[in-house]
């Protein structure tokens, strides 16, 4: 596969102020709700048609479709989607929100939450936590929890997916609560 091209958030302000561009953020709701470039629209990487998202472009066909995340990771798994799907004018923004924001770039800055990345941490600590000390306590079986997650993070750092984080995303408190009451995620 060819090498997706990026661009800086500088960069991209700079285009953003020469004319309409297309952003989209591949993060979970919650994730968008709590920061998000000014000029981005929310579009998760869990659930991403890039199909659906081209039909609904701000610009035409042909004008470059701007992929962003908190760090640049995500969006280059995007990026990936898009060409894969045929889409191949998709650009990953480099260093994410993350960059924008630091960048001192506009933002909107919503309810605070736990990040994806914290989640997995705790739950992968309490599952080998418990798991020793059920095995230390009730029975010497209990040692295959924790390493079930540590072959799980091995595989997550090989692979860079997590299996546990997509699980996580998918959970209630993950969920963004749109003007109906209603959960989105």
Excluded at 15 to 39: H, Y
Excluded at 65 to 86: D, H, M
Excluded at 102 to 126: D, T
Aim: charged fraction near 20%.
């Amino acid at each position: 596969m060819s090498e997706i091209p990026t661009v800086s958030a500088r960069r991209l302000k700079e285009l953003a102020r020469q004319g309409n561009i297309d952003v989209i953020d591949v993060r979970t709701p919650v994730e968008f709700r709590e920061l998000r470039a000014v000029i981005a629209r929310n579009a998760p990487l869990d659930s991403l048609d890039p199909h659906a998202v081209m039909k609904e472009r701000n610009g035409t066909a042909g004008d470059p479709l701007y992929v962003i995340c908190r760090s640049g990771n995500r969006s280059s798994k995007a990026c990936e989607q898009f060409i894969a799907a045929g889409y191949a004018n998709v650009v990953n923004v480099d260093g994410g929100t993350q960059a924008w924001d630091e960048a001192g770039l506009p933002v909107v800055r919503g309810k605070k939450s736990v990040s994806l990345e914290r989640q997995v941490r705790i739950a992968a600590g309490f599952l080998v936590f418990a798991g020793a000390t059920l095995a230390h306590f009730v029975h010497p079986w209990w040692i295959g929890l924790p390493a079930f997650v540590g072959a799980g993070l091995m595989f997550a750092g090989i692979t860079d997916t997590c299996a546990m984080g997509m699980l996580i995303a998918k959970m209630p408190w993950n969920g963004v609560k749109n003007d109906a009451g209603c959960s989105v995620k």
